[in-house]
């Protein structure tokens, strides 16, 4: 079955970076697109960063570009965000996913991200 593992989430300060990894399984991953998304307390989830099977197409929420780097290693399984210059409002549980059909399809467990001084 798929499976999608993230890991990397933690506390930093304002201003830092943390890299997040999500490692999948049960499928031909390089078939897929990928994406980042996160929830933070008392909002809806919000789609983050998406990147294409083979990675030539990427996309970004405006409020992360230009700070944040969505990547994938398809020989490995994992897609990666790199996160810069974090702000205390990237507090969030951040999810890796597979769409389907252009909807959220798999996701994985969450990683808590938490921005604060």
């Known amino acids: 079955q798929v499976q999608l593992v993230e890991s990397g989430g933690g506390w930093v300060q304002p201003g830092g970076s943390l890299r997040l990894s999500c490692v999948a399984s049960?499928?031909?991953?390089?078939?897929?697109?990928m994406r980042w998304y996160r929830q933070a307390p008392g909002k809806e989830r919000e789609l983050v960063a998406q990147?294409?099977?083979?990675?030539?197409?990427?996309r970004y929420t405006d409020s992360v570009r230009g700070r944040f780097t969505i990547s994938r290693d398809n020989a490995k399984n994992t897609v990666y965000l790199d996160m810069n210059s974090l702000k205390p409002d990237a507090t969030a549980v951040y999810y890796c996913?597979?769409?389907?059909?252009?909807?959220?399809?798999?996701w994985g467990q969450g990683t808590q991200v938490t921005v604060s001084s």
């Open positions: 996913n597979r769409p389907l059909l252009g909807e959220p399809g798999d």
């Open positions: 049960g499928f031909t991953f390089s078939r897929y697109a």
């Open positions: 990147i294409t099977g083979g990675g030539v197409t990427i």
